[in-house]
């Protein structure tokens, strides 16, 4: 089972770096209650702000061909 829980940076950071939750009071069974379960056969999970960046990139590029009707 997948599920995305918010937990605040520096309790990422320490867990990431020490393993443990040494002195924090995080609830690591509250985070999993109040997180989002993914359903079984979801799709690719992505950052839609970076694509909404990339396609406006491609908007301001410069035309080296315009477009041919085929008239």
Do not use: C
């Amino acid at each position: 089972m997948h599920v995305v829980i918010d937990i605040p940076e520096d309790i990422y950071q320490y867990v990431i770096n020490t393993g443990t939750y040494g002195h924090y009071h995080f609830n690591s069974a509250k985070a999993i209650k109040n997180g989002t379960p993914l359903p079984k056969g979801h799709g690719r999970l992505i950052d839609a702000g970076v694509l909404a960046v990339a396609l406006a990139q491609i908007d301001w590029t410069d035309t080296l061909v315009e477009t041919d009707k085929g008239e």
